[in-house]
């Protein structure tokens, strides 16, 4: 938040200090004035990375903002605190999740223009599982367009939590202190890019990166289903 503070960086020289800006996907302090987080003179004369906050406590969900993310970057690059950006870093609380969304980030030191991340995700996709199928493809739009594309306002820290590991109870909005439970796309997305995976899985058979991705999407879309329907039985309950 107001860390780094100034009197704690003003008076070390520039180089001796390299800044992590702690979510620069969703509140960066560089200096972006959208921020909520904003600090007008950002880090000053020091070096800083341009750092995604994936995921905290480990929470298990497909999550991103991929198009925030690559926006951000390039925001920063081009502002007048980019003359002092030396890369990109990561501040999660669990890695293990999402490889997407961290495939994504250490791409961007490697582009000095803005990219469109449809075409980027093409590629990945093909070193990722060896080949790309139409219905893969059309899988991985869908995520994109919803699970990996979270609003900036999105309460929460990170993932939608699912309501199957909340302690019982009606009405439910979070399974944890601080989470959020509300989805953010329909429950629809998941389920038609879970299909979409399952139809072409034979073809994809002892490719682990497919199988991993192919479990985690299942599960996703099983999480999302279950919140639904833990809403109707709420709503039923009501109605006696």
Known sequence: QA?????MIGG???????????????????GDPDSQWYRA?????????YCMLLNFGGRV?????????VEGFYKAYSHNAGKTLRGVGT???AIENNPVMFELLYELPWRNERFS????????????????????????????????????NYPGEGPVE????????????????????????????TAKAARLLVSVADKYRGVNN????????????????ANGLLEQVSDSYDRK
């Open 91 to 93: 501040t999660p609380e």
């Open 41 to 49: 003179k950002g880090f000053g004369k020091h070096d800083w990375l």
């Open 117 to 152: 991340t449809a075409d980027w995700l093409s590629a990945y996709l093909e070193a990722r599982y060896g080949k790309v199928s139409p219905a893969v493809l059309q899988a991985w739009k869908a995520l994109a367009r919803t699970v990996y594309n979270a609003p900036k």
């Open 61 to 69: 969900g497909l999550h991103g903002r991929m198009e925030q993310l």
């Open 3 to 7: 860390n780094p503070r100034e009197a």
């Open 162 to 189: 699912s309501l199957l590991c909340a302690r019982p109870g009606f009405h439910l909005k979070r399974s944890s202190t601080w989470g959020c439970a509300d989805l953010y796309y329909s429950a629809d997305s």
């Open 210 to 225: 497919f199988e991993y991705d192919l479990v985690d999407v299942l599960r996703q879309s099983i999480a999302d289903r």
């Open 12 to 30: 070390l020289d520039a180089g001796d200090l390299l800044v992590l800006d702690l979510y620069s996907e969703k509140r960066p302090q560089w």
